[in-house]
T-cell receptor, first 115, second 112 residues
Framework: NAGVTQTPKFQVLKTGQSMTLQCAQDMNHNSMYWYRQDPGMGLRLIYYSASEGTTDKGEVPNGYNVSRLNKREFSLRLESAAPSQTSVYFC??????????????FGPGTRLTVT | KNQVEQSPQSLIILEGKNCTLQCNYTVSPFSNLRWYKQDTGRGPVSLTIMTFSENTKSNGRYTATLDADTKQSSLHITASQLSDSASYICVVGDNYGQNFVFGPGTRLSVLP
């Protein structure tokens, strides 16, 4: 039982390049999330998926796209990277919704630098 | 605007001492409040989850309190250990179903 896994762990991109961050969970959770964490700020929601086949925008979706490939996997794509997207990205999963009292499980994070 | 504030921003204590971290929130409608521990270079890990009807919840040496009337919470760490050195994040979930509001965290350093 690996929990939530993310690849890659580190990535350096040049401005304008594209890449996809991968996330998978093996806990049969319905909800999956992508957050970014910047110094001095709380985690901010980029996109979430309440169930397989659905995705919704969070607080900071501009410049990102997501795909809920199946119940296990939720990917985040940067089509044209910008220096403002330099951040640590966390994927998370949870059995139900935030109004319930389920634990949210986080992956180890991807540290992305855009030059 | 929904916000979660935490204080202090950072804290240094000696091993074996107790400490209390504070969290104030303005999230509405409120559903639940969580405390997470985040070690450097790792993802956050859940410590406690409390609903509006719960005043206190413990997880080993960690005890969280909640005052839903004043919209304040605290996390008390007893008999601190070196491994408690981490960031502690307060998170509030709303009642709409998909929104968590994260505080900026308190960075705790426990020195020998």
């Amino acid at each position: 039982n690996a929990g939530v896994t993310q690849t890659p762990k580190f990535q350096v991109l040049k401005t304008g390049q594209s890449m996809t961050l991968q996330c998978a969970q093996d806990m049969n959770h319905n909800s999956m999330y992508w957050y970014r964490q910047d110094p001095g700020m709380g985690l901010r929601l980029i996109y979430y998926s309440a169930s397989e086949g659905t995705t919704d925008k969070g607080e900071v979706p501009n410049g990102y796209n997501v795909s809920r490939l199946n119940k296990r996997e939720f990917s985040l794509r940067l089509e044209s990277a910008a220096p403002s997207q330099t951040s640590v990205y966390f994927c998370a999963s949870m059995r139900g919704s935030t109004s319930g009292f389920y634990e949210q499980y986080f992956g180890p994070g991807t540290r992305l630098t855009v030059t | 605007k929904n916000q979660v504030e935490q204080s202090p921003q950072s804290l240094i204590i000696l091993e074996g001492k107790n400490c209390t971290l504070q969290c104030n929130y303005t999230v509405s409608p409120f559903s639940n409040l969580r405390w997470y521990k985040q070690d450097t270079g790792r993802g956050p890990v859940s410590l406690t989850i409390m609903t509006f009807s719960e005043n206190t919840k413990s997880n080993g040496r960690y005890t969280a309190t909640l005052d839903a009337d004043t919209k304040q919470s605290s996390l008390h760490i007893t008999a601190s250990q070196l491994s408690d050195s981490a960031s502690y994040i307060c998170v509030v979930g709303d009642n709409y179903g998909q929104n968590f509001v994260f505080g900026p965290g308190t960075r705790l350093s426990v020195l020998p």
